[in-house]
T-cell receptor, first 115, second 114 residues
């Protein structure tokens, strides 16, 4: 069975400093992995996705994530945080076995950015 | 429309009543998903349609929940005999082919059962 664990429920950084949001996954297959962002009162938006191509995936707004099979991790990073990055971030694994076809979300990490 | 549209945006209903939540996906998207998000939690999968058929309904919590997509476009999530524990934001998403393709989410319907 597939699952994801987001290791931090809340991360606080200062504007201009690096961001690291941690995610570990469990999957019976070669996984498809995603990061979604949810701003207050807005819909979920895809930041980036990994589907067995390059292990370093670049997304929107300067975010990137590295797939590490040996560590079963897919951490999200950004070199320099911006105030507009404050939001809830979800690590997601695709559950594609047999007739299944859904996305399994982690519990989320709330990112706060201090001026 | 340009994105996934969900109506109503807010719904307050009394315990025991029946409710319907509507999702209008992006035009041409064959895959449609319903999720439920409780406060402080990530979205939980309910059901996945490929075209008109429910390809995976393993996430529906019990037989009070049912969803249809009769013409392969608009979908309706139906909840019978609502309970206070059903209160959550119900999210709909669509994608062009389903598996491994980007899912676009609507802004959700906030259901409150009083």
């Amino acid at each position: 069975a597939q699952s994801v664990t987001q290791l931090d429920s809340h991360v606080s950084v200062s504007e201009g400093t690096p961001v690291l949001l941690r995610c570990n996954y469990s999957s019976s297959y070669s996984p498809s992995l995603f990061w979604y962002v949810q701003h207050p009162n807005k819909g979920l938006q895809l930041l980036l996705k990994y589907t067995s191509a390059a292990t370093l995936v670049k997304g929107i707004n300067g975010f990137e994530a590295e797939f590490k099979k040996s560590e079963t991790s897919f951490h999200l990073t950004k070199p320099s945080a911006h105030m507009s990055d404050a939001a809830e971030y979800f690590c997601v694994v695709g559950n594609y076995g047999g007739s299944q076809g859904n996305l399994i979300f982690g519990k989320g990490t709330k990112l706060s950015v201090k001026p | 429309g340009a994105g996934v549209s969900q109506t109503p945006s807010n719904k307050v209903t009394e315990k025991g009543k029946y409710v319907e939540l509507r999702c209008d996906p992006i035009s041409g998207h064959t895959a449609l998903y319903w999720y439920r998000q409780s406060l402080g939690q990530g979205p939980e999968f309910l059901i996945y349609f490929q075209g008109t058929g429910a390809a995976d309904d393993s996430g529906l919590p019990n037989d009070r929940f049912f969803a249809v997509r009769p013409e392969g476009s608009v979908s309706t999530l139906k909840i019978q005999r609502t309970e206070r524990g059903d209160s959550a934001v119900y999210l709909c998403a669509s994608s062009s082919r389903g598996l491994n393709t980007e899912a676009f989410f609507g802004q959700g319907t906030r259901l409150t059962v009083v």
